[in-house]
């Protein structure tokens, strides 16, 4: 999974190789899970933070786990542009956008890509509430 991710960041990077961003990656661990479905789910998490600290002077992203045990929590966690919190309901929404167009570009179905494969996978996802 940790090499996934990476792999990932350095692709969708060569798009705005000029921007200052901070990239963490904690060690994270591996999961019984198909590859390329993982790699839809990395690339649509990660390519979200970027876009979303578009605007950010020095962006930070950082990805992560925790572990409890039983299960493993993947995280991303980003600087970027926040959204209003009445609205996290439609968040994992197919065609839900929660920015305008002419703000951030997308169509809004990245996040519901990832919630549909983290599912069929026997996972959750989840936008955490500060």
Known sequence: MEALVEETYKE??????DRNIEFILDKIP???ADIDMMRVVWTNLLSNAIKFTGKTE???IEVGSKSDGDSITY???DN???FDMQYIN???GVFQRLHS????EGTGVGL???KRVVERHGGKAWRRQK
């Open 12 to 17: 969708l990077r060569k798009s705005s190789p």
């Open 30 to 32: 591996d999961a019984k």
């Open 75 to 77: 995280y991303v966690k």
């Open 101 to 104: 167009t002419e703000e951030f």
């Open 90 to 92: 439609k968040l994992f």
């Open 112 to 114: 519901a890509n990832v």
């Open 80 to 82: 970027g542009a926040g």
């Open 58 to 60: 020095n962006a930070k």
